[in-house]
Nanobody
């Protein structure tokens, strides 16, 4: 069974930094695409960034230049380094894993979420 455990959330002031981590188990991590979504108060969940197996990354426009997603296949962990944080980054951040099921399909699994609060 695939499990994702997130850590690293917390309270930070505007302009500060945090690093989120998400460790996966029950999957061949090196063949798993990983990413982060977030859901702010009263908002819909939105994609923040993802990283595929070859290391290619994609970011939502609002975090480009401030957030960096990376992965350590030896530790089965994906990271989200967040810098120059803004109050609008306040949200619950969810890690996800797109696990390869066969040659053409993947199944998505979610972590439990970690709260990030940026004070102004």
């Amino acid at each position: 069974q695939v499990q994702l455990v997130e850590s690293g959330g917390g309270l930070v002031q505007t302009g500060g930094s945090l690093r989120l981590a998400c460790t996966a188990s029950g999957t061949n991590f090196s063949s798993t695409n990983m990413g982060w979504h977030r859901q702010g108060p009263g908002e819909e969940r939105e994609l923040v960034a993802f990283i595929i197996t070859n290391g290619k990354t994609v970011y939502v426009q609002s975090v480009k230049g401030r957030f960096t997603i990376s992965r350590d296949n030896a530790k089965n962990t994906v990271y989200l380094q967040m810098s120059n944080l803004k109050p609008e980054d306040t949200a619950v951040y969810f890690c996800y894993a797109d696990v390869l099921m066969n040659r053409i399909s993947r199944q998505r699994y979610w972590g439990q979420g970690t709260q990030v609060t940026v004070s102004s």
